[in-house]
């Protein structure tokens, strides 16, 4: 199955002034559209270009890490565009994901912390994750394109903190972006469709 890059699901200005036109324009169409040319290219000479996206990082894992590192990317970003949305954010959840996150992480406040936290420890370029794990949620971080797919896990929500994700917007803050994806734009209502998945 080939890489595509998505369109955004909003218009460039519509995440502002939590996430510049400036920063989507490089992010969405110069690095993710390198991850999904380079992913193309190394998944046909790998001989997986007919395998599902998801089975592209789980088989190229530990074993070719050209394809896996944009295949990751890709992966991740591909999600990452719908888990922010205009006006998104903060603790008016879902209540089945409420609830989730009351019983699994300690309730939203000790989430919110938890998730900034991974994130803004995740040494040099990587990911902060909620995923579903063994049935329940956990707080993950990854380094790089990697993401819970590889740790027997499902990300339901997750955030870039690659320096191109912030720096236009926020320097070397990356706490102070971390706090606005989980105030101002975190797209609920994808995160429990990909919660419902998850969990089945």
Known sequence: MAFELPDLPYDYEALAPYMSKETLEYHHDKHHKAYVDNGNKL?????????SLEEIVKQSHGKNPGLFNNAGQHY???????????????????????KAIDSDLGGYDKFRADFINAGAT????????????????????????????VHGASPIL????????????????????????????????????????AVG
């Not at 998944?43 to 395998?51: D, F, I, K």
């Not at 990452?80 to 409420?98: I, R, T, V, Y």
């Not at 912030?166 to 070397?172: A, E, F, L």
């Open 43 to 51: 998944a046909a000479e790998a001989g997986m270009e007919n395998l």
């Open 76 to 98: 991740n970003h591909v999600h990452f565009w719908q888990w922010m949305k205009k006006d998104g954010g903060g603790n008016k959840l879902p209540e089945k994901l409420a």
């Open 122 to 149: 995740q040494f040099g370029s990587g990911w902060a994750w909620v995923a579903v794990k063994d049935g329940k949620l956990a707080i993950m971080k990854t380094p790089n394109g990697e993401n819970p797919l």
């Open 158 to 197: 997750g955030v870039d903190v690659w320096e191109h994700s912030y720096y236009i917007d926020y320097r070397n803050a990356r706490p102070k972006y971390l706090e606005a994806f989980v105030d101002n734009l975190i797209n609920w209502d994808h995160v429990l469709e990909m919660y419902e998945k």
